[in-house]
């Protein structure tokens, strides 16, 4: 299985103080060990994680900070990892569960998933047809 990785298990596994930081980090090691399985990550996630964590640390971390953070959780990935090029148009139809514009980008990114094959992978139990990543 190839799991496209969401904004929030980004950051979630990026930064240790986060809340559901063991939840991330648990589920991405176990899905390391699966000999056929992939962790994708493209633009939209990326930058997501880079955004969030600068806005939670409230100044303490620089984007090249977090740059910095994200090639390190990519790194530690190896083979594991894929970067997927994002070659959705932003004026796909979305879902009718897309009922506003903060859940556009979870649309997108399920969309984008399921046109390559992979799944959604995220925290959020509200995005229909994504994995939702074990307690």
Partial sequence: MNYLLD????VAWGWA???????AA???????????????TS???ELGFIRVSCQRAGGRISVNDA???LESLVKNLGSKHSFLADDLSSTIALPPWCDGPSRSTDAHLLS???????????LDAGIP???LIPA
């Fill in 17 to 23: 103080d986060h809340v559901e930081h063991r939840r």
């Fill in 7 to 10: 904004v929030n298990v980004l």
């Fill in 43 to 45: 633009a939209i996630p």
């Fill in 67 to 69: 740059i910095n953070c």
């Fill in 26 to 40: 648990t589920w991405i090691q176990s899905i390391k060990k699966k000999r056929s399985d992939r962790i994708l």
């Fill in 112 to 122: 984008l998933a399921n046109r390559h094959g992979a799944v959604l992978a995220t």
């Fill in 129 to 131: 047809g994504a994995f």
